[in-house]
């Protein structure tokens, strides 16, 4: 069945994604004081499930939409059950209640403006994308919130939890977890990808944009207490094309 083909393809996925974060997490745990095996098993556990969720076929009223919303309320759905069902973890945890620090919003800015960069400079190479009025609504709203609180806010907290932030930088300490997310952020971004035959294909170039977004919006987490601005940011880069291919169209009216 179609649908079995594509939940095994995605849980290969999932699973490939592990293997690849594998000698991270090895040398991790090899170098933290902290060590929170249980935990470890669990977001272990939580990236194969956030790969099928992601892959589940689509239900009445989301399948004749082109963009994901189902994938996007489930990737944004499991992380605040997570939080209400386990003890010791919350949505402040995650980013989403807590504070934000002021304080570093300067180097945050500085920081997207880098990473806002790269959209950029496919836009001057000749990347264009157009969007119906669905498209704007989708890409102003659900990738960021829905990618961000899974990488950024779920899983780089939580491996934060199992290894600790052995680092420190420009007033904020970081540790395995900012690598390990990237690289899992990464692996679900084009990285990473599975056929139907379930043969597993490693794209380096589709890897790289996502692995350096995925760098800086992990630093700015650390760095801000909050995963607000990396959706803001999430959302700003996926709209960075689309607006200059409006502002484009209009220019030549």
Do not use: C, Y
Request: net charge positive.
């Amino acid at each position: 069945m179609h649908w079995s083909t594509d939940l095994t393809a995605a849980g290969i996925q999932g699973g490939l994604a592990l293997v690849l974060a594998a000698p991270f997490v090895l040398v991790a745990t090899l170098h933290s004081r902290t060590r929170r095996w249980m935990l470890l098993v669990t977001v272990g556990f939580l990236v194969v499930l956030s790969f099928v969720l992601t892959n589940l076929p689509r239900v009445d009223g989301f399948a004749k939409h082109h963009w994901s919303w189902q994938e996007s309320m489930l990737s944004i759905l499991w992380p605040i059950v997570f939080a209400a069902f386990t003890p010791g973890i919350s949505l402040a945890t995650f980013g989403v209640t807590s504070q934000l620090r002021l304080d570093s919003l300067r180097s945050a800015l500085i920081a997207f403006a880098f990473v806002l960069s790269i959209p950029v400079i496919f836009f001057v190479l000749g990347s264009r994308k157009t969007l119906d009025a669905e498209g704007w609504i989708f890409l102003s709203l659900m990738p960021g919130l829905a990618e961000e609180l899974v990488f950024r806010g779920a899983f780089q907290s939580l491996l934060n939890q199992v290894f600790g932030r052995p680092w420190s930088f420009a007033n904020a300490e970081f540790g395995w977890s900012l690598l390990i997310t990237t690289l899992l952020f990464a692996a679900a971004n084009g990285l990473l990808s599975v056929d139907s035959q379930f043969h597993p294909h490693v794209s380096l170039a589709r890897g790289i944009a996502p692995g350096i977004s995925g760098l800086f919006a992990g630093w700015v987490r650390e760095r801000t207490d909050s995963v607000w601005p990396t959706v803001i940011g999430h959302n700003l880069f996926n709209l960075i094309i689309p607006i200059g291919s409006l502002l484009v169209r209009a220019l030549r009216i």
